[in-house]
Structure formats: C-alpha cells, structure tokens
T-cell receptor, first 115, second 108 residues
Framework: DAMVIQNPRYQVTQFGKPVTLSCSQTLNHNVMYWYQQKSSQAPKLLFH???????NEADTPDNFQSRRPNTSFCFLDIRSPGLGDAAMYLC??????????????FGPGTRLLVL | QKEVEQDPGPLSVPEGAIVSLNCTYSNSAFQYFMWYRQYSRKGPELLMY????GNKEDGRFTAQVDKSSKYISLFIRDSQPSDSATYLC????????FGQGTTLQVKP
C-alpha cells in the first residue's frame, strides 16, 4: 500500500516557468518534509511542516515555497526554476518531530528537468 | 568538517561477499543512527535504526555503532544482486543529516 505518494514522478519545465510538485500521505503523520537530492549527493532538507507550522531551512532559496492545505497534502512550488534546480525532489513524513526516534518515510520522488 | 562523511564508492563485489559500508560523524552527542537504502530513481527506505552504541542485526544486515571513534557501519552478509543500491547513513537529530551515500553493485 502506497503511504507517501508523489506526483508527477517526472516533471519537465522551462527555465523560469513556475512549477508545482505534489505529495500526499495516507499515514496521518503530523510532519511533512521536502528534500532536494542532486545526482550522487545526499538529500538536502529544504523545509518541513509540523502540522500547519512551516519551518524553512536557513539556506533554502526564496525561489522555493511550500503549502500544506490539509494533513494529507503538501506542495512544493518553485517560482522561477533555474537550470541548477534540476534534481530529484523527495517528500517524507514522520509521525512527530519531538525527540530523535521518529522514522521518516519517503515517497518515490519527483525528478525535475529544467530546459 | 561535514557532520557526516561517507565514501561514495562505487563499491563492486561478487554475489555472496560480505559488504562493509561505513560513515564517520563529527558530533559525539549524536545518538540516533539510521541506514537508508535507495534504489535507482526511487526514494530512500529505512533499512536499520540503532540507538547509541552496539550492534543490531536484522537478517543479513548488521548495523554497528562505535561511539568512541564516531564510526557507524552496515554489514551485509551473503550479498545478493538485489542489494545493488545506494546506501545512505543518517543521523537523526530531529532532522535527518545524511551522508553522501555509497553506491553498491553486487555482481552475479
């Protein structure tokens, strides 16, 4: 059973054209994360939502925004994609943020190509 | 110095070999250690989770933490071609701090 679903799996966009990536979860987890993973690199946390509270990482560019309209869905908006934004974007969820024992469950990722 | 360092490989072994994957970390306060497996073009999946020092075994997989040397290891016994993937170590501080990942290829 799919638990963290990402759509689309592949997204092609044009330089500067806004794009939205989607994530949904069936786990009813409180926390949803967005990571960027470039080829042969570690996933890099962009931001996370704890319920409706948005937490941005200090080094996440302003070009990246996120929305979480309800518990199940979270969106990643890239306002003006550049060539350097081509990457795999991973959504993850965890039941809670408190403590360090929470497991994060990842979706399959959306591979973004910027032309 | 990066918080977590991992040799990216690639590592190529014959089927049936014992595989050793390793990471080092910088902060002695870290206590929660994870190994994720990531198949090509897929999201990471949690493989093993350990707390503090010691070993944890799950089938062919053993995770080991040596806090005195700030060294974490994942051992795979009787490796199979289906084990071919990228293995990411991670420290859980409430956020996940990932290593770069080691790409493993097990040849039949």
């Amino acid at each position: 059973d799919a638990m963290v679903i990402q759509n689309p799996r592949y997204q092609v966009t044009q330089f500067g054209k806004p794009v939205t990536l989607s994530c949904s979860q069936t786990l009813n987890h409180n926390v949803m994360y967005w990571y960027q993973q470039k080829s042969s690199q570690a996933p890099k946390l962009l931001f996370h939502y704890y319920d409706k509270d948005f937490n941005n990482e200090a080094d996440t560019p302003d070009n990246f925004q996120s929305r979480r309209p309800n518990t199940s869905f979270c969106f990643l908006d890239i306002r003006s994609p550049g060539l350097g934004d081509a990457a795999m974007y991973l959504c993850a969820t965890s039941r809670d943020l408190a403590g360090s024992q929470e497991t994060q469950y990842f979706g399959p990722g959306t591979r973004l190509l910027v032309l | 110095q990066k918080e977590v360092e991992q040799d990216p490989g690639p590592l190529s072994v014959p089927e049936g070999a014992i595989v050793s994957l390793n990471c080092t970390y910088s902060n002695s306060a870290f206590q929660y250690f994870m190994w994720y497996r990531q198949y090509s073009r897929k999201g990471p999946e949690l493989l093993m989770y350990t707390y503090s020092s010691g070993n944890k075994e799950d089938g062919r997989f053993t995770a080991q933490v040596d806090k005195s040397s700030k060294y974490i290891s994942l051992f795979i016994r009787d490796s199979q071609p289906s084990d071919s993937a990228t293995y990411l170590c991670a420290i859980n501080t409430g956020k996940l701090i990932f290593g770069q990942g080691t790409t493993l290829q097990v040849k039949p």
